[in-house]
């Protein structure tokens, strides 16, 4: 009889095991932003009237914050917040060289409703589509000369983006350089030039998973499994 005990709690961690497995497999697995040159959000003005480029590469490091969830099982991106460390001052140029930006609070996010889908394009790397997202912030234009904010010359950019599409590739335990590219961040009026504000995203993250529930419940059946052992071989020798 005691044998057969033995076998079916052998059988019960084995199952347990392979519950365990299967769960993290299926998980979806969460990179924290990797900071620094190779994470960031590229902050892109244009003039409305005629085209012209008043800011080409306005780099905002991101926030320790930031992050991407994938979900390698489902083929989805079920979650992501982008958000720079601000605030960043980036020089204009152009009719608006006199003068430099001031961004604040600048967060890419996902909207409800919200969907995502992912294609593998080769070993490793992947294609998505996802949307609703949207992008949001704060300027302050500055005077070059006194650095002083310019009174009036300040304001809010939040705009939605219906559709969306990027690149990644996945190595060992990182995530590497999904990007998105052209992100409108809407109009602005600054000294009465409408300017059109996009951004381009850079992330790179590094897998970040806690240890799940499943592993503390796997222990806890090993460590009765052992017990019930030990409380045996007790009773057999009295």
Not at 23 to 34: C, G, K, N, Q, R
Not at 95 to 103: D, K
Not at 189 to 216: C, H, K, Q, R, Y
Not at 217 to 234: E, H, I, N, Q, T
Request: include cysteine.
């Amino acid at each position: 009889m005691e044998k057969l005990n033995d076998t079916l709690r052998l059988a019960a961690c084995g199952a347990g095991l392979c519950g365990f497995a299967s769960l993290a497999t299926a998980s979806p697995v969460t990179y924290d932003v990797v900071t620094g040159a190779s994470s960031n959000v590229t902050l892109i003005a244009s003039n409305a009237n005629n085209g012209n480029t008043l800011l080409s590469d306005g780099v905002l490091p991101m926030t320790s914050a930031s992050l991407v969830e994938f979900d390698p099982a489902a083929m989805t991106l079920p979650s992501f917040d982008f958000a720079d460390s601000g605030p960043t001052t980036l020089g204009l140029s152009g009719a608006l060289a006199a003068y430099s930006l001031e961004i604040t609070s600048l967060n890419v996010a996902p909207l409800s409703p919200y969907s995502s889908t992912v294609t593998s394009t080769g070993t490793n790397s992947y294609n998505f589509t996802l949307g609703e997202l949207a992008a949001s912030g704060n300027w302050q234009l500055i005077q070059n000369s006194s650095g002083d904010p310019v009174p009036g010359q300040s304001g809010t950019f939040n705009h939605t983006v219906s559709t969306f599409t990027g690149q990644f590739g996945v190595s060992g335990a990182d995530l590497q350089n999904l990007t998105l590219t052209g992100i409108s961040l809407g109009q602005v009026t600054i000294e009465g030039t409408p300017v059109n504000l996009s951004a381009d995203v850079m992330f790179n993250g590094a897998t970040a998973v806690p240890l799940p529930a499943g592993i503390w419940l796997l222990g806890s059946g090993l460590a009765g499994l052992l017990s019930a052992g030990a409380r045996r071989r007790r009773n057999v020798t009295a």
